[in-house]
Protein backbone atom coordinates (compact mmCIF):
# COMPACT_ATOMS: atom_id res chain seq x y z
CA UNK A 1 0.00 0.00 0.00
CA UNK A 2 1.12 3.38 -0.89
CA UNK A 3 2.30 5.01 2.50
CA UNK A 4 0.70 8.57 1.73
CA UNK A 5 -3.12 6.76 1.45
CA UNK A 6 -1.71 4.58 4.87
CA UNK A 7 -1.40 7.61 6.65
CA UNK A 8 -4.07 8.85 5.97
CA UNK A 9 -6.23 5.91 7.22
CA UNK A 10 -4.44 5.99 10.57
CA UNK A 11 -4.84 9.75 10.83
CA UNK A 12 -8.77 9.87 9.95
CA UNK A 13 -9.08 6.82 12.09
CA UNK A 14 -7.19 9.01 15.02
CA UNK A 15 -8.89 12.32 14.76
CA UNK A 16 -12.45 9.94 15.02
CA UNK A 17 -11.22 9.00 18.32
CA UNK A 18 -10.55 13.00 19.12
CA UNK A 19 -6.40 12.03 18.94
CA UNK A 20 -4.28 14.46 17.00
CA UNK A 21 -1.18 12.39 16.09
CA UNK A 22 2.18 14.65 16.24
CA UNK A 23 3.22 13.04 13.20
CA UNK A 24 3.08 9.26 11.22
CA UNK A 25 6.06 8.73 10.31
CA UNK A 26 7.16 5.16 7.63
CA UNK A 27 8.49 2.20 8.67
CA UNK A 28 10.70 -0.17 7.55
CA UNK A 29 8.82 -3.18 8.31
CA UNK A 30 6.07 -1.90 6.25
CA UNK A 31 4.21 -0.34 8.25
CA UNK A 32 3.88 3.18 10.35
CA UNK A 33 5.54 4.57 13.23
CA UNK A 34 2.94 7.08 15.28
CA UNK A 35 4.17 9.76 17.56
CA UNK A 36 1.39 10.59 20.15
CA UNK A 37 1.72 14.31 22.10
CA UNK A 38 0.84 12.03 24.98
CA UNK A 39 2.25 8.73 26.42
CA UNK A 40 -1.73 7.58 27.67
CA UNK A 41 -2.72 8.16 24.20
CA UNK A 42 -0.20 5.65 23.41
CA UNK A 43 -1.44 3.06 25.68
CA UNK A 44 -4.68 3.62 25.00
CA UNK A 45 -4.19 2.60 21.29
CA UNK A 46 -1.87 -0.37 22.39
CA UNK A 47 -4.50 -1.48 25.10
CA UNK A 48 -7.19 -1.60 22.72
CA UNK A 49 -5.96 -3.21 19.87
CA UNK A 50 -6.44 -4.55 17.19
CA UNK A 51 -9.73 -2.21 16.23
CA UNK A 52 -11.56 -1.92 13.44
CA UNK A 53 -12.11 0.90 10.87
CA UNK A 54 -14.12 0.41 8.17
CA UNK A 55 -12.48 -2.61 6.42
CA UNK A 56 -9.27 -2.27 7.90
CA UNK A 57 -7.55 -3.80 11.06
CA UNK A 58 -6.00 -1.26 12.83
CA UNK A 59 -3.40 -2.95 15.56
CA UNK A 60 -0.89 -0.09 17.84
CA UNK A 61 2.38 -1.65 19.69
CA UNK A 62 5.27 -0.80 21.38
CA UNK A 63 7.89 0.73 19.37
CA UNK A 64 10.26 -1.38 21.17
CA UNK A 65 7.61 -4.61 21.07
CA UNK A 66 7.00 -4.76 17.01
CA UNK A 67 7.27 -7.74 14.74
CA UNK A 68 11.37 -8.11 15.20
CA UNK A 69 10.88 -8.35 18.65
CA UNK A 70 11.94 -11.47 20.19
CA UNK A 71 12.38 -12.06 24.30
CA UNK A 72 15.71 -13.24 25.56
CA UNK A 73 15.79 -15.46 28.35
CA UNK A 74 19.10 -15.42 30.34
CA UNK A 75 19.91 -18.86 31.83
CA UNK A 76 22.74 -18.68 34.48
CA UNK A 77 25.22 -15.76 35.56
CA UNK A 78 28.73 -17.06 35.51
CA UNK A 79 32.30 -15.50 35.80
CA UNK A 80 34.42 -14.70 32.78
CA UNK A 81 37.94 -14.61 33.08
CA UNK A 82 39.43 -12.37 30.32
CA UNK A 83 43.08 -12.75 30.06
CA UNK A 84 45.53 -10.02 28.33
CA UNK A 85 43.23 -7.05 28.01
CA UNK A 86 44.57 -4.27 27.62
CA UNK A 87 45.03 -1.53 30.34
CA UNK A 88 43.86 1.42 28.10
CA UNK A 89 40.52 0.02 27.46
CA UNK A 90 39.28 -1.55 31.14
CA UNK A 91 36.54 0.81 30.62
CA UNK A 92 32.73 -0.36 31.40
CA UNK A 93 32.22 0.71 27.69
CA UNK A 94 35.31 -1.55 26.57
CA UNK A 95 34.14 -4.50 28.81
CA UNK A 96 30.66 -5.02 28.10
CA UNK A 97 31.18 -4.86 23.97
CA UNK A 98 33.83 -7.78 24.64
CA UNK A 99 31.64 -10.27 26.35
CA UNK A 100 28.14 -8.40 24.34
CA UNK A 101 27.71 -11.51 21.74
CA UNK A 102 27.15 -13.81 24.01
CA UNK A 103 25.68 -12.08 27.43
CA UNK A 104 24.85 -9.15 29.41
CA UNK A 105 27.89 -7.57 31.82
CA UNK A 106 26.63 -7.55 35.36
CA UNK A 107 29.84 -6.37 36.70
CA UNK A 108 33.73 -6.42 36.52
CA UNK A 109 36.65 -6.60 38.33
CA UNK A 110 40.45 -5.72 38.17
CA UNK A 111 43.42 -6.54 40.01
CA UNK A 112 46.84 -5.46 40.55
CA UNK A 113 48.13 -8.06 41.75
CA UNK A 114 46.84 -9.74 38.14
CA UNK A 115 47.58 -7.09 35.60
CA UNK A 116 46.18 -7.49 32.42
CA UNK A 117 43.46 -9.57 33.84
CA UNK A 118 39.50 -8.78 34.12
CA UNK A 119 37.05 -11.58 35.85
CA UNK A 120 33.96 -10.52 34.50
CA UNK A 121 30.45 -11.47 36.12
CA UNK A 122 28.35 -11.95 32.88
CA UNK A 123 24.39 -12.71 32.76
CA UNK A 124 24.57 -15.89 29.28
CA UNK A 125 21.67 -17.46 27.54
CA UNK A 126 23.63 -20.38 26.84
CA UNK A 127 27.35 -21.85 28.67
CA UNK A 128 28.03 -23.12 24.97
CA UNK A 129 27.69 -19.48 23.75
CA UNK A 130 30.78 -18.61 25.89
CA UNK A 131 33.37 -18.10 23.66
CA UNK A 132 36.90 -19.21 24.63
CA UNK A 133 38.85 -16.57 22.90
CA UNK A 134 37.28 -13.18 21.97
CA UNK A 135 38.89 -10.99 19.21
CA UNK A 136 38.17 -7.38 20.37
CA UNK A 137 38.88 -3.95 18.62
CA UNK A 138 38.69 -0.80 18.70
CA UNK A 139 39.12 1.71 15.09
CA UNK A 140 36.96 3.96 13.60
CA UNK A 141 39.82 3.63 10.49
CA UNK A 142 39.55 1.07 7.90
CA UNK A 143 42.87 0.12 9.38
CA UNK A 144 42.25 -0.87 12.78
CA UNK A 145 44.09 -2.45 15.77
CA UNK A 146 42.77 -5.60 17.18
CA UNK A 147 43.64 -8.10 20.42
CA UNK A 148 42.76 -11.65 21.31
CA UNK A 149 42.05 -12.16 25.07
Request: hydrophobic share 40%; aromatic share 14%; net charge neutral.
Amino acid sequence: MYFGAMRNIVREFLIGRHINPRDILPCHLGQAYVRFHHAYESDQMVNESPMVFGNVNISFVKHNEGRIWRRVYFNDDCWVMMLGFPDDYKTERHIHNAVSDFGRLLLWEDSAAFPRRIMARVRITSAQGVLQFIVYSDSLNINGDSWTI
